[in-house]
Structure formats: structure tokens, C-alpha cells
């Protein structure tokens, strides 16, 4: 066989598609597409946002951008289950690499991360942006919001990062209230899934808890979310805390009694047709996770929405088996 090498730097002719590669080795991009800065033609950006300093109880996410590539690989060569297609030949994406950050200088990485957005957007290609911990959604947020207007929230979460702050800090627990309140998301239209915390406070979320969905089902919670988000511009943030962890082990703040990742998964694929704009995966913590199953998790999620992007693109799905 041919050495073609790796596809991360040798693919410079075209973004599509994809070719054997060993999956012990080579470049880490994310399900090894080609590295680049171009976005010329490009649906897709795939990034990485190395930062964990908003972490309120363990650290470790900054890792979590390379550990998602890294556990990505084993889904780079097959064609796509349960859609039974490969992404790549509809859908052009490429890895941008990470967003440059001074964790030293705290009060510029907020601008930071928002300006390394508007450059993708303002390109015309959507966002994948692989975590750190849940503040960097805040700046990905505005960035969105820029280019679509207020957005639906999709929220993965075991906590509502709803709480409020003193108003001058950042960290990964009010987020979400700071773009309440700024108007860039419409929480009329947004949903908080897999919840397992309190607060006071109604913001006008819907809150699918974990107990809720336990009871009445993955198909009850997704229409739920598909009736509240309509034909808004839905944006997706996927904290793997939002699942138990038994599936996600290696995360900041775990919780007991959240989603299977075959939950999570399924409601992903549920949410199939909404006008899905965006998408951030966060609190991957490599320390704390074991045999990358938290990891391998988090790039399963992010490979299913690419797989929802490139259906809506014309992808045929082709089924295997009964599903």
C-alpha cells in the first residue's frame, strides 16, 4: 500500500473524504481531518479551546481538546452508525487548530475566544468547538449571536449555570445567565437537559431533569426540545456531566443519576432536522477519566452532530440492521 501519510497535513487538494490510517498513530486533528486556516469552501471548523481556569472543584479540562482528537480516531475510517454514510463525502471539514489563550492574563481570554469565533463565522463555516471548561460557551455564544441572532440553547448539563456571579468574575457556573440577560440566547425557545442541581431562580428555561427523562423516555425529552426550539437557529452545549458517571468519569464536577451516553446520543440524532447552527463539547478532565471512556464519549457526540449536518446536506443514510 501506498505511504499517502498522514491526512491531517496531506490532504491540501480536497476536505472531503478520508483513507486508512493506522489509529495508533500520526497527527491528532480531530477524526484526522485536514489541518488548515483556510475556511474557503469549508461547512464545518473544528476547534479547540484549551482553557479550564473557571473551574469551580477539579481541573484538567484544558487537556480536553487534544484527549477528544485523540479518542476520535477510532471514528475516522467507518462509514458512520447509525447513519450508515461517511460524513466526509457531503459535509467539507477541517481542524483549525486551538484558540491562543493567556491564561495569565484572565480578562483576555473572553475577548480572545470571541474574536477566534467571529473569524470562523464571519468565513462562513460553523463552529465544532471541543472544551475546556463550560465559560468558554459564554464568548462562543456572542460570537453566535452576532451572526444569527439570539440563539435556542440546547444545554447538556447536570447543573444549570444559571447561579448568579458578582458580576465581575467568570467561571463555569452563571455563564448562561450572563447571556440571558444579554439577549443572546431566547430562553423561550431553549432547554436544559439532563439537570441534577437547584437554583432559586426560574430564567424562563425549560429543564429536562434527569429523573424526568428516566421516566418518560429519550423520545419524550427530544420532543420537547424539537417543540421549543422550532425553526430558531439552535445552538448546542454539550457538558459531559450531563451524563452519569458510570459513561463520563473523567469530568470537573460529576453527579450521580445522569444520562447513559447511549441517552445522550440518541437525543442528539433525535434533534435531526432543527436548524443547528453551532455546537460546543466540554469538561472532557483526562486526569480523572479512565480508559478514555469519557473522551471516546464526548468525540461520539460531536461526530453525530457532524453526521445531522451532512444529512441535512443530502447525506443518504443507509440502514443496518433493525434500529
Not at 498513530?25 to 485536514?34: I, Q
Not at 488548515?36 to 487537556?63: E, H, I, K, M, Q
Not at 450521580?256 to 447511549?262: K, T
Request: glycine share 10%; with cysteine; hydrophobic share 40%.
Amino acid at each position: 500500500m501506498p505511504d499517502e501519510g498522514d491526512q491531517a497535513f496531506r490532504r491540501k487538494d480536497t476536505t472531503r473524504g478520508r483513507w486508512h490510517e493506522m489509529t495508533y498513530g500520526g497527527a491528532l486533528s480531530f477524526l484526522r481531518r485536514n489541518y488548515s486556516r483556510d475556511l474557503s469552501g469549508v461547512d464545518v471548523a473544528v476547534t479547540g479551546v484549551p482553557y479550564d481556569n473557571a473551574v469551580t472543584f477539579r481541573p484538567g479540562c484544558r487537556l480536553g481538546p487534544q484527549a477528544i482528537r485523540a479518542a476520535s480516531v477510532q471514528l475516522a475510517e467507518l462509514k458512520a452508525f447509525p447513519f450508515g454514510f461517511d460524513p466526509f463525502e457531503t459535509l467539507s471539514v477541517v481542524d483549525y487548530g486551538d484558540a491562543h489563550l493567556d491564561p495569565h492574563h484572565p480578562e483576555t481570554v473572553i475577548p480572545d475566544i470571541e474574536a477566534h469565533a467571529d473569524e470562523i463565522l464571519q468565513a462562513g463555516a460553523r463552529m465544532l468547538t471541543l472544551g475546556g471548561d463550560h465559560s468558554i460557551a459564554y464568548p462562543l455564544l456572542r460570537a453566535h449571536a452576532k451572526k444569527y441572532g439570539p440563539v435556542a440553547l440546547i444545554q447538556f448539563d447536570a447543573h444549570c449555570d444559571t447561579w448568579e456571579d458578582d458580576g465581575k468574575q467568570y467561571d463555569h457556573g452563571s455563564m448562561f445567565l450572563r447571556a440571558a440577560r444579554e439577549g443572546i440566547i431566547d430562553t423561550g425557545k431553549s432547554t436544559q437537559v439532563g439537570l441534577r442541581s437547584f437554583n432559586d431562580q426560574d430564567f424562563g428555561f425549560e429543564i429536562l431533569t434527569s429523573p424526568w427523562i428516566h421516566r418518560n423516555g429519550i423520545d419524550a425529552a427530544v420532543k420537547v426540545a424539537r417543540e421549543r426550539a422550532g425553526d430558531a437557529p439552535v445552538y448546542i452545549s454539550f457538558d459531559v456531566d450531563g451524563m452519569d458517571p458510570a459513561f463520563a468519569p473523567g469530568t470537573g464536577t460529576p453527579v450521580p443519576g445522569g444520562l447513559a451516553s447511549w441517552q445522550a446520543l440518541e437525543f442528539i440524532r433525535g434533534l435531526d432536522g432543527l436548524n443547528l447552527v453551532g455546537m460546543d463539547v466540554v469538561e472532557v478532565s483526562p486526569p480523572y477519566d479512565h480508559s478514555e471512556i469519557t473522551a471516546i464519549a464526548a468525540a461520539t457526540v460531536a461526530h453525530d452532530w457532524l453526521c445531522l449536518l451532512a444529512k441535512a446536506k443530502g447525506a443518504a443514510v443507509v440502514e443496518t440492521g433493525r434500529l
